[in-house]
């Protein structure tokens, strides 16, 4: 069983819709990360968060540590924000590597 | 410093065939990681350096797969006796305290 579950596998909005994607695992981690990843491989680093909440022009990413759940939002959602969306958990301890979800496909339509 | 970058972006191999891709993290970071991504799912651990020294190993890594960082700058991942299995997309990241930058990644297809 994945560590990191993500929801919801694909999503279709309309552009302007408000878009929330979740997150949830369920290991203690020292920091959880949401990145972008666009057709032909390349993954963006959006956010690295411990606790709280970071903002970053449209782009808004909480997490509960206490729930170990997290969830990235996108206002104003645009075409150009179609692009499959990954948690990704470091669970410290230690380790540096990053645990990652299968990602949430996100389709904006004009 | 531009990023990480990775060379080749795509290689097409038989099966059989030895092959080696080749990263470039960002000078500062002295931690760079190695993942593997196949269609449709997130990208899964290889290995980890912290400088020259490889610290973590994926039970994914098997006796094919080796990867070095020769004086903590760049790395490779060779992969012999290629399989069509092996098929996938290969990630490198380098990270500081800061956070993680990854490469755009090698895609590789086995025939």
């Known amino acids: 069983k994945n560590e990191v579950e993500q929801s919801p596998q694909n999503l279709t909005a309309q552009e302007g819709e408000f878009i929330t994607i979740n997150c949830s695992y369920s290991?203690?981690?020292?920091?959880l990360h949401w990145l972008q990843q666009h057709p032909g491989g390349g993954i963006v680093s959006l956010f690295m968060?411990?606790?709280g909440k970071k903002k970053h022009g449209r782009l808004i990413a909480t997490i509960n540590i206490q729930e170990k759940h997290s969830s990235l939002h996108i206002t104003a959602s645009h075409p150009r924000d179609s692009a499959v969306y990954i948690c990704?958990?470091?669970?410290?301890?230690?380790?540096?590597?990053?645990?990652f979800g299968k990602g949430t496909k996100l389709s904006v339509i004009p | 410093d531009t990023g990480v970058s990775q060379d080749p972006r795509h290689k097409i191999t038989k099966r059989g065939q030895n092959v080696t891709f080749r990263c470039d993290p960002i000078s500062e970071h002295n931690r760079l990681y190695w993942y593997r991504q196949t269609l449709g799912q997130g990208p899964e651990f290889l290995t980890y350096f912290q400088n020259e020294a490889q610290l973590e190993k994926s039970r994914l890594l098997s006796d094919r797969f080796s990867a070095e960082r020769p004086k903590g700058s760049f790395s490779t991942l060779e992969i012999q006796r290629t399989e069509q299995g092996d098929s996938a997309m290969y990630l490198c990241?380098?990270?500081?305290?800061?956070?993680?930058?990854f490469g755009s990644g090698t895609r590789l297809t086995v025939v």
């Open positions: 990241a380098s990270s500081s305290p800061g956070g993680y930058t």
């Open positions: 290991v203690g981690i020292s920091a």
């Open positions: 968060l411990s606790s």
């Open positions: 990704a958990v470091a669970s410290g301890a230690g380790s540096y590597q990053l645990t």
